[in-house]
């Protein structure tokens, strides 16, 4: 395109509006040096703007080598609407003086490159980084003498990096090719960089490529810089994961995996195809990228269970181990395992684990597939016998068991873990086992024996005494409590209100103590928080509750709550909720409160009341489905309140627990 900018310059030499200048770069120096001496802006003089035509042809005639340079008119002002940063003007004259179109060697600047092709192509709307505004000057003027009509110009502000400086290498990635090695996929990066900087005017961010195509307009982009957050791209890319199948993304998972390294060179096609499809079924609900369900299954694959008890770091398996249930459920273990009656995986059928009986992809963590004869349940019924064995149940059988068998705390559901594990141990199978890591069951239950021939003996079993003696304790200061609420409601009336109530038992409640472990803003809902809690079962429960209006997140995470935990798991706003925390409010709603237990309360212990029989089979909880198909929960609120001091009440009994009675910060309120 050189003879196209070429021409054009000539074409504004003979009307006037450009000019040879045969200054050299000796003399440009100089005269630059006299400006900043003198204190003035450094710019081009002019000395050969209205030089004597024959002294310009004498020149030429010499061969003396010359630049073209544009001629700024005198006076001039150039005026634009920016589209995002409004109406922006220079005094041209006093802003850039006479500038290069052409240098010596023939060669076009920038400006004048960009200004010729724009107009050449007839582009209507330039959209570019706030560092090309001092260029729109040059080009417009260009553009003007041309006689070219000027585009529409939006000069878009900087994205910084976390550190509120521009985004450069030292930030991390920088190319799209990185992104996508990191497992990121297209639709989520060009869904995240729209929204730096510009939105839709609602509070969605999660948009396709044709809804952005439908929805973006350049009016809405914002001034302001915008930060790249990292931890918002991968969220944004988790969203985007969620809406695809196991099997659109199995094999971008399985190019995770070659990528790190996973697979054998030469292996088979279809095992290859297994083992994506397991690992990216098993990482489904938690990856936020594809490079996650990769390193998740590694991890599976993987054992690592310290060499001795004192070389623990997790603080949570010390605590555990240190409890006394860990021995005896590890040692149970390897006896089942070394006598043959440990269930493990059909190598003959390794996705019947993650299949329905219609083979169709199971993406929940808690459910699993296969027949009523297949592993998964010959595995809950094998840990049930040992349950029966010890006297264990719960955390403190589920807990024990994960880190034996896993040496993690935490993960997806163990059968699905041990059925990727078994595909990987394969002597014929796809996985590079020395690459991977890979530790198989013997070699697991071998390492696990020594590890707890370190445990000292004072952790090999329950703490029974002690407990027994704690137990104690806490039942004389409940009946301490009981006496005086017992005293309280003899005082205020003479007859026990629970002689005229003719509702649902209270026993009818299975209300638990809970922590709340995670908490995070429903993506559709605005007034909904969903919430990770703790409830002293095997998983937590995820739970949705109305508190956005009420609660900041930070304030609800590591809270001790109340949680009603026998209604039936249902979807809020896509969500699926288990469950409900428990709340005190006052009369106009305007305020809510948690209902909080004692902090020395255990986590999964039932809430009890003053003269009631919680432990016969009276007292136990209603089914799920019995809770909501008679409204036995709407019939007992108006019956749940707050006193005066705060506490929460059934019938003028307070709410128990092991560790004293429940409180709120509102009097007089309701519970529900």
């Known amino acids: 395109r050189n003879e196209i900018y070429s021409k054009l310059a000539e074409k504004l030499i003979d009307e006037g509006k450009a000019y040879p200048c045969f200054c050299t770069k000796e003399e440009l120096e100089e005269m630059k040096a006299k400006q900043e001496a003198a204190g003035v802006p450094t710019r081009y003089d002019g000395t050969w703007r209205d030089a004597d035509p024959d002294l310009v042809a004498q020149k030429m005639a010499e061969g003396a080598e010359y630049t073209i340079r544009f001629k700024v008119p005198a006076n001039a002002r150039i005026v634009i609407e920016d589209a995002v940063r409004g109406t922006v003007s220079w005094d041209a004259e006093s802003t850039v003086g006479d500038f290069i179109l052409l240098r010596s060697s023939g060669v076009p600047v920038y400006n004048f490159c960009v200004a010729v092709d724009d107009a050449s192509m007839g582009i209507t709307t330039v959209i570019r980084a706030e560092e090309h505004l001092t260029n729109t000057l040059r080009q417009c003027l260009i553009l003007d003498a041309l006689g070219a009509p000027r585009p529409r110009y939006a000069h878009c502000s900087l994205i910084l990096g976390e550190d509120k400086q521009k985004l450069s290498k030292r930030h991390g990635a920088t190319s799209c090719n990185q992104f996508k090695l990191d497992g990121f996929l297209p639709d989520a990066m060009i869904n995240y960089l729209a929204l730096l900087g510009w939105n839709d005017g609602t509070d969605n961010e999660i948009f396709t490529r044709d809804e952005l195509i439908e929805a973006f307009d350049v009016d809405r982009v914002v001034s302001s810089p915008s930060m790249f957050d990292m931890d918002k791209l991968k969220w944004i890319n988790q969203q985007h994961l969620k809406t695809k199948s196991i099997e659109e993304l199995s094999d971008l998972v399985k190019e995770q995996m070659d990528l790190i390294g996973l697979f054998k060179e030469d292996a088979d096609g279809v095992q290859v195809r297994n083992v994506a499809y397991a690992a990216t079924a098993l990482a489904k609900q938690m990856m936020q990228t594809t490079r996650d369900a990769a390193t998740n299954a590694q991890t599976v ?342 006193n005066e001091y705060g506490t929460p009440e059934f019938m003028g009994r307070p709410f128990l627990t092991s560790a004293g009675v429940c409180t709120s910060p509102i009097a007089g309120g309701n519970v529900a």
Request: some cysteine; glycine content about 6%.
């Open 301 to 642: 694959m993987g054992y690592e269970l310290p060499e001795s008890f004192d070389k623990v770091e997790d603080a949570e398996a010390m605590e555990m181990i240190q409890l006394g249930n860990f021995y005896p459920i590890a040692q149970a273990l390897i006896r089942d395992f070394e006598a043959g009656n440990l269930p493990q995986p059909d190598p003959a059928d390794p996705l019947a684990h993650f299949l329905e009986d219609i083979n169709k992809p199971i993406v929940e963590d808690d459910k699993v597939g296969g027949t009523a004869y297949s592993y998964p349940k010959a595995y809950k019924v094998h840990m049930k016998a040992i349950s029966k064995e010890l006297g264990v149940k719960g955390k403190n059988l589920f807990h024990p068991i994960r880190l034996a068998l896993t040496a993690e705390m935490s993960g997806q559901d163990v059968t699905k873990q041990m059925a990727l594990l078994q595909m990987a141990v394969a002597d014929d199978g796809c996985i590079d086992k020395e690459a991977a890591g890979v530790v198989d069951m013997a070699s697991r239950l071998e390492r696990l024996k020594s590890f707890c021939e370190t445990i000292p003996e004072e952790f090999r079993a329950p703490k029974v005494k002690e407990e027994k003696k704690k137990a104690e304790k806490e039942s004389k200061q409940a009946d301490a409590v009981v006496e005086s609420a017992n005293a309280a409601v003899a005082a205020a009336a003479p007859v026990d209100p629970l002689e005229s109530y003719e509702g649902p038992p209270i026993t009818a409640l299975d209300i638990r103590v809970g922590r709340i472990t995670k908490v995070w803003e429903h993506e559709e809902a605005d007034k909904l928080y969903c919430e990770e809690i703790d409830v002293g079962e095997d998983e937590p429960r995820q739970v949705a509750s109305g508190l956005r209006p009420y609660m900041n997140k930070e304030d609800m995470e590591g809270r001790l709550v109340l949680v009603l935990c026998n209604l039936k798991a249902r979807k809020m706003v896509g969500f699926p909720s288990h469950g409900m925390v428990l709340c005190s409010s006052n009369e106009d709603h305007s305020e809510v409160k948690f209902v909080s237990p004692p902090v020395d309360a255990k986590i999964g212990e039932r809430i009890t009341i003053p003269g009631i029989d919680f432990e016969g089979e009276e007292g136990q909880p209603f089914a799920e489905n019995k809770i909501g198909k008679k409204k036995v929960f709407e019939k007992l609120a108006p019956h749940l309140v707050t």
